[in-house]
Every structure is written in structure tokens, then in C-alpha cells.
């Protein structure tokens, strides 16, 4: 697909980044829709004129960019996005991926990595910042890759966990004595191959919250 051909949606709530992006775009040769300001101006835009590609900042008011994008796809709409950030945490690149997004980007990248995000995007490949590849290979795969030897039992116990509630309220909750739940997260831990002391399991489920809690 040929640059005219690409039309261009951008929604940033900082008007200064917004002109600027637009700019960069159309000095590149791209058609450019007029931004948004907020997530609800991008979806009205994004419905009513269809771009080929819509560049979304995550944090906008009204809807985010992330709350833009999955009432698009339930809309059916034939847009690709891509998402240009300050964010690169764990819970916001996972979300990403669950969605299933063309392109993630971070802001400090050139503006030649968004226009080749952008071709790439546009011709139907997938483009990711470096950073969002390295995090989720590093970080957060291997953790799925443990997730996935436990059983359905201690998966619920994990996520439990991960709502911070403790050995007696786990017990509780779903009707087990208090030493079951204990050679539950001794059996978590060994699969998990966590240090074998009281506060391992608490620790990993605090650090990889975010991913527990999307399973």
C-alpha cells in the first residue's frame, strides 16, 4: 500500500504532540485525519470515517486508548492500530497483546520508526518497538511458560493470591482446610522453582500480578 492510500487517524490529549505527529505525517506524505483529543473523539472518528490506521496514546480522557480499540473491534470496524506511548510496563504491553495490536511504539523513538511502523501496519505485518519485544520475551512469556504446569486448582489459588488474600481466607473461600491450601503453595512454589521460604510465593504473585490476574 502506496502512503496516499494510508489515511491516518492520530488522538494524543496533549494538543502540542498531536500537532506535532499530525505534521511529521503529512510532511511525510500521509493523508491525516484531524486528531483527537480524547479517546471518545477517536472513536467517533474512527467509525464515522474509517482510517486505514488509527495512532493511539493510551492514557486519554474520556476512554483510553486501549477501551478505543476493543469497542472498534466489537464495532467490526476494518482499522489497524498502533499504540505510541510513554508506557512499557508489564500490565500495558501485556494488554497489548490480548488485544491483539498492530504496532506498539514508544514516544523517545524517532519518527522514523513510526512511519515504518506505519508502512508495516498498513501492509498487514505487525510492528513492535524493541522495548515491548524484549519485555515481553523477558518478562512476561516465562512467567506464562510456569503458569502453564500448574493445575486448575492452584491457578485459583495463585490468582487468590495475587488479590492479596490470605492462607485462612483462601481456605474459606473455597472450602478447604488451611493445610491444603499450605501443600498447595508448597506444590506452586516447586513448580514454580521459587526460593522454598514463607514469603517466595507472595512475592512472585506481587511481581507478576498483572499477568495472573488476565488468565
Known amino acids: 500500500m ?13 494538543p502540542m504532540l498531536l500537532k506535532g505527529l499530525s505534521d511529521q505525517l503529512k510532511e511525510s506524505g500521509f493523508p491525516v485525519l484531524e486528531g483527537a483529543l480524547n479517546g471518545a473523539q477517536a472513536l467517533d472518528s474512527i467509525v464515522k470515517d474509517d482510517p486505514t490506521i488509527a495512532i ?3 492514557e486519554m480522557p474520556l476512554l483510553s486508548g486501549f ?3 476493543k469497542k472498534c473491534k466489537e464495532k467490526g470496524v476494518s482499522t489497524r492500530f498502533i499504540i505510541l506511548t510513554s508506557h512499557k510496563e508489564k500490565a500495558f504491553v501485556l494488554k497489548a497483546k490480548k488485544l491483539d495490536i498492530s504496532g506498539y511504539l514508544l514516544k523517545d523513538e524517532p519518527f522514523s520508526e513510526i512511519e515504518a511502523c506505519v508502512l508495516a501496519v498498513a501492509n498487514g505485518k505487525s510492528y513492535f518497538s524493541s522495548a515491548f519485544d524484549d519485555i515481553f520475551n523477558k518478562e512476561i512469556s516465562p512467567q506464562l511458560e510456569k503458569i ?3 493445575s486448575p ?3 485459583t489459588i495463585v490468582r487468590l493470591i495475587a488479590q492479596e488474600k490470605t492462607s485462612k481466607e483462601i481456605s474459606d473461600l473455597l472450602s478447604i482446610s488451611h493445610r491444603t491450601v499450605q501443600k498447595h503453595r508448597a506444590n506452586i512454589i516447586a513448580k514454580l522453582d521459587l526460593p522454598k521460604n514463607v514469603d517466595s510465593l507472595s512475592v512472585w504473585t506481587s511481581e507478576n500480578r498483572e499477568i495472573i490476574l488476565s488468565l
Not at 2 to 14: S, V
Open 67 to 69: 477501551e478505543v480499540i
Open 153 to 155: 486448582s492452584e491457578r
Open 56 to 58: 493511539l496514546d493510551i
Open 2 to 14: 502506496n502512503k496516499q492510500d494510508i489515511t491516518i487517524l492520530p488522538a494524543d490529549d496533549h
Open 148 to 150: 502453564k504446569y500448574l
